[in-house]
T-cell receptor, first 114, second 111 residues
Framework: KAGVTQTPRYLIKTRGQQVTLSCSPI?????VSWYQQTPGQGLQFLFE???????NKGNFPGRFSGRQFSNSRSEMNVSTLELGDSALYLC?????????????FGPGTRLLVL | QKEVEQNSGPLSVPEGAIASLNCTYS??????FFWYRQYSGKSPELIMF????GDKEDGRFTAQLNKASQYVSLLIRDSQPSDSATYLC???????????FGGGTRVLVKP
């Protein structure tokens, strides 16, 4: 079974631009969660989508948004990029039908904001 | 107080020895506990999950959970140089699927 895939793998943007990242979950998984990893803050939860609806949200500003499509693929968008948004963005998928399920991570998108 | 705490290390272990990693959490409502391994520049890879008090073994790895004391640990037996990585403890509270991570423990296995 194919794992979680994320595109693009690397991205360089400048301050003020916006970016869209994509995530395809493991086949059969309907929950997609997004996380941000930085050296200073570690791994932090952004949001979770299930059946095209945002089910959970972390403590990030409104510049961070996401959506999920009917095939469970998900995108996240960051508008008006700031230098501090430079990070590894990870998505993780799970079946989503029970609380506390195991989540499997994709390879991540490394974003550099200049 | 952080919700999930780990010693950042590095934890230096001779090859063949046992590496012992600890993690404490603050929310007594936490019900699902995970250990992920992350190599430098890579994404987290699931090692173990544990839901009930006690021990759970999988190959060279053993996870231990004590909900009364609010800690979860990971033992790596017969440590190999390929086990050198950062080990992340993560917790999910009763509702939802939000993983809350500790800062990770860096493990160095020396030949």
């Amino acid at each position: 079974k194919a794992g979680v895939t994320q595109t693009p793998r690397y991205l360089i943007k400048t301050r003020g631009q916006q970016v869209t990242l994509s995530c395809s979950p493991i086949s059969g998984h309907r929950s997609v969660s997004w996380y941000q990893q930085t050296p200073g803050q570690g791994l932090q939860f952004l949001f979770e989508y299930f059946s095209e609806t945002q089910r959970n949200k972390g403590n990030f500003p409104g510049r961070f948004s996401g959506r999920q499509f009917s095939n469970s693929r998900s995108e996240m968008n960051v508008s008006t990029l700031e230098l501090g948004d430079s990070a590894l963005y990870l998505c993780a998928s799970s079946f989503g039908t029970s609380a506390g399920e195991t989540q499997y991570f994709g390879p991540g998108t490394r974003l550099l904001v200049l | 107080q952080k919700e999930v705490e780990q010693n950042s290390g590095p934890l230096s272990v001779p090859e063949g020895a046992i590496a012992s990693l600890n993690c404490t959490y603050s929310d007594r409502g936490s019900q699902s506990f995970f250990w992920y391994r992350q190599y430098s520049g890579k994404s987290p890879e699931l090692i173990m999950f544990i839901y009930s008090n006690g021990d759970k073994e999988d190959g060279r790895f053993t996870a231990q959970l004590n909900k009364a004391s609010q800690y979860v640990s990971l033992l790596i037996r017969d440590s190999q140089p390929s086990d050198s990585a950062t080990y992340l403890c993560a917790v999910i509270k009763a509702a939802g699927n939000k993983l809350t991570f500790g800062g990770g423990t860096r493990v160095l296995v020396k030949p």
